[in-house]
């Protein structure tokens, strides 16, 4: 066996598998050392992908020609577009995927990549010399050789569970926790700490009335994760279910709290503000009488359920008797109850926007690792670190994405910038430019790029090439064709919209709340017949990007130009050029924080917390601005 490779990626999880994938299909030859290589890519929290803002990110991932949209597809038993009562900056995919075959998906993809080998094993040391990483040991007392090494461990640095009183050593139920890692890391001058977060007792869906919970079906169009036209949706759709809480099971969980890690004292470090306990949510929310739940099933033909909104790391005792005072779940029987888990992280500032830290030159962190939380956040660091890892063995400009032009950029930038104080998770409201980041137009805004760097491969570039051209023909009909009230208004009325006074371009019509293409399209045979010579696995995205483009043109041209503007200071590069220290004129705080982030730009300054405007304006008479 040969033991030295250009890429070694530690973690078989949603981070892993992606970092391997790419540094791999860039030319890199990797090696994947995970703990179990029968588990690569586990979904370890609910048996979903995708949701607001995390769904943008997978079109990403996919426009790029990542795997995690691909997996997701030919694995989901249910799809859904949230957020579509409001505009298309807001429109969220998600679906449920079948847990198991999710797996054998991804382990599929693994086996199939030229340059991608696995290692079934447990890191325990980093090989490093003068700051350099050159490789890694295993528990086999193994060592391999590597010009770059990706660390994704997700929660296993030194992970321990928590049910009640009960504490157990591991990174997942019945996996066992990694040491040694970390230690070694804060030898080396990193700076880690610990964080909290949980997971949802697990439901034997045959001990559940179903007739006393709100079935929630899925969408039944078009829609996926995958741009690619090979990609499609084929397993049976299964139904989610929605139900509540009440006061007698809020009574239950009330007596549980003096056993709960999250308040005797147990559990010291953050957890997720954002998606509390159940025991945080009665304390936090005292007045609500019911919280909402969703079941959700964990694959398409096993009864195994997992119960969304009911994170908890109380007794089981405690989980079990609160949970049979909710009418649906009066004989209810578990696989396993839910716990927390506490693991290590280590502060992102320590790294660059290619992923690598500033601390071991070729050492790259992605996942969990870094603070995050979640499969897609997850996922897209350890794409970028595996093209970044890759760059590092042979050559050639850093791949990073800037904030305007990516949820992925906004997510890294944030990260390395601002640092985290709890586990981090990607909300529309983190982006400046959500109408420029809609999950509609990932591929216009990323495969070209991708392509250029070499892993999007050219078929998902022609079709990218084909769409913009079926497209703009579209956008040229509308602004072109003529139209008089005679041909439409009957049409106009039935949906509730005015008549024509007079004729004009069709492009105005469209602008009509009320109206859109296909409903113009019953009404004109000249258009109809423009969109039935699109390809038929392709039309319905084709004429969606079409209307968004026409429908919110002048907002998008909008944000364009705020955008053109800031990246002028992403432009003006400041990295090593001050002694921040020697700067009087700075704030105390400006120059310790500015110190320890030592930012590429002028505009990753001004979004260091504590960084003013005053002191931006410092730095720019500095430079002679």
Known sequence: MNFSYDVIVVGGGHAGCEA????????????LITMDMNK?????????VGGIAKGQIVREIDALGGYMGIVTDRTAIQFRMLNRSKGPAMWSPRAQSDRFKFIEAWRNVIDSIPNLYIWQDTVVELLVDKNVVYGVKTSMDVEFNAKCVVLTNGTFLNGLLHIGKTQIKGGRISEPAVTGITEQLVSLGFIADRMKTGTPVRIDGRSVDFSLMTEQPGDDDFRKFSYLDTVERTLKQVSCWTLYTNEESHEILRRGLPDSPLYNGQIKSIGPRYCPSIETKIITFADKLQHQLFLEP??????????NGFSSSLPLHIQLDALKEIPAFK???????????EYDFFDPTQLKHT???????????????NGTTGYEEAAAQGLMAGINAHINCHGGDAFILGRDEAYIGVLIDDLVTKGVDEPYRMFTSRA??????????????LTEKSHQLGLADSYRNNLLREKKIWRDTLIDFFKTYSVKPDQIDNGLVKLGSTPLIHGCKLIDVLMRPQVTIYSLADMLPALKSKIDIFPDKRKEEIIEAAEILIKYNGYIKREQQIADKISRLENITIKDKFDYNSIQSLSIEARQKLTKINPETIAQASRIPGISPSDINILLVLLGR
């Open 298 to 307: 964990e694959g398409e033909n096993t009864q195994e359920y997992y119960l």
């Open 432 to 445: 400046e430019y959500r109408i420029l980041l809609r999950q509609d137009n990932a591929d216009m805004r």
């Open 331 to 341: 004989n209810i029987q578990i696989y396993r109850p839910g716990y927390a888990i």
């Open 40 to 48: 690569v890519a586990q979904m370890s929290c609910n048996p979903a």
């Open 20 to 31: 391997a994938a790419a540094a791999a299909n860039l030319g890199s030859k990797t090696l």
């Open 355 to 369: 992923m690598e830290t500033k601390n071991i030159t070729n050492l790259f962190f992605a996942g969990q690792i």
